[in-house]
């Protein structure tokens, strides 16, 4: 299984909402990813998991709050966003450690995120 | 800071011609990725390229990596509209495994 998948595929929410978002993948990989990436721009890391333990916050606003309750889950709630905060939120998952180094990163569809 | 370059930004090529796609970056890095992104889809790895004169093939795209250069290439062969994407080069930045910074992608049109 070299799948990463992501739900919901769409969300609409208001700025009072909190909803989340959900990644899954049963890969055995220990290192799990947010990314968000605006309309014909790249994808911008928000956050890295690694080993369940947050390892890398990209000053991302708390209104984004990221959980990793196991290794093949990610989740990311979202409270009180702006309507700025749109775009397409990706999952992402990579092996820890390689024995080539690769570190290569799998991406998951995507949630595309509307708020109003 | 690590600064990672695409040139061009939009390639508007016809079926059966070749094109090169650059990718530079301005630090050294040991970790290069390419990907390619549909419209409205996922990120899909196309190449790894770990080292100095590493080359790798899939169909009709051939990537190549010069770290002393600092530079990579994604060279298309007898392009078809299949190609049509958006492809994206990748660099490990500093001294994390995780963190990449992205080129600013190379919107691909292959007309008939």
């Known amino acids: 299984d070299t799948e990463v998948t992501q739900t919901p595929k769409h969300l609409v929410m208001g700025m009072t909402n909190k909803k989340s978002l959900k990644c899954e993948q049963h890969m055995g990989h220990r290192a799990m990813y947010w990314y968000k990436q605006k309309a014909k721009k790249p994808p911008e890391l928000m956050f890295v998991y690694s080993y369940e333990k947050l390892s890398i916050n990209e000053s991302v606003p708390s209104r984004f709050s990221p959980e990793c309750p196991n290794s093949s889950l990610l989740n990311l709630h979202l409270h009180a966003l702006q309507p700025e905060d749109s775009a397409l939120y990706l999952c992402?998952?990579?092996?820890?450690?390689?024995?080539?180094?690769?570190?290569?990163?799998?991406f998951g569809p995507g949630t595309r995120l509307t708020v109003t | 800071e690590l600064k990672v370059e695409q040139n061009p930004l939009f390639l508007s090529m016809q079926e059966g011609k070749n094109y090169t796609i650059y990718c530079n970056y301005s630090?050294?890095?040991?970790?290069l990725y390419w990907y390619r992104q549909d419209p409205g889809k996922s990120l899909e790895s196309l190449f790894v390229l770990l080292s100095n004169g590493a080359v790798k093939q899939e169909g009709r795209l051939m990537a190549s990596l010069d770290t002393k250069a600092r530079l990579s290439t994604l060279h298309i062969t007898a392009a078809v509209h299949d190609l049509s994407a958006t492809y994206f080069c990748?660099?490990?930045?500093?001294?994390?495994?995780?963190?990449?910074?992205f080129g600013k992608g190379t919107l691909l049109t292959v007309n008939p």
């Open positions: 630090t050294t890095s040991d970790r």
């Open positions: 990748a660099v490990k930045s500093g001294g994390s495994n995780y963190k990449l910074t």
């Open positions: 992402a998952s990579s092996h820890e450690r390689t024995r080539t180094g690769s570190y290569e990163q799998y």
